[in-house]
């Protein structure tokens, strides 16, 4: 088993910057992808981004593509969400999630953080 929690979420104005925090434990010893997904109210969850087991290669959804960062350092613990030019649309909860074979799609991933609210403010 993995537990997730996810940190850093709170308010930002329009334009600003937040970065998430993932961090994980119990069965870390293998790393698994890992990725992002948010959810608004009264919308499906929505995939956001997502990063290799090893680092090497990172998707991302075209509506944050340019202004959203993911990485991670196998080193290291946590995995981060940088997000830089924020907008209202940006307002969800976001979750953290790891173990998939397929980036895209929430429902293949095995292990999910408990969600960090993000709020953007016009």
């Known amino acids: 088993q993995v537990q997730l929690v996810e940190s850093g979420g709170g308010l930002a104005q329009a334009g600003g910057s937040l970065r998430l925090s993932c961090a994980a434990s119990?069965?870390?010893?293998?790393?698994?992808?890992m990725g992002w997904f948010r959810q608004a109210p009264g919308k499906e969850r929505e995939f956001v981004a997502a990063?290799?087991?090893?680092?090497?290669?990172?998707f991302y959804a075209d509506s944050v593509k340019g202004r959203f960062t993911i990485s991670r350092d196998n080193a290291k613990n946590p995995q981060y969400l940088q997000m830089n030019s924020l907008r209202p649309e940006d307002t969800a909860v976001y979750y953290c999630a790891a173990d998939t074979s397929n980036y895209w799609r929430a429902r293949s991933y095995t292990y999910w953080g408990q969600g960090t609210q993000v709020t953007v403010s016009s």
């Open positions: 990063v290799s087991s090893g680092g090497s290669a990172t």
């Open positions: 119990g069965r870390t010893s293998r790393s698994y992808a």
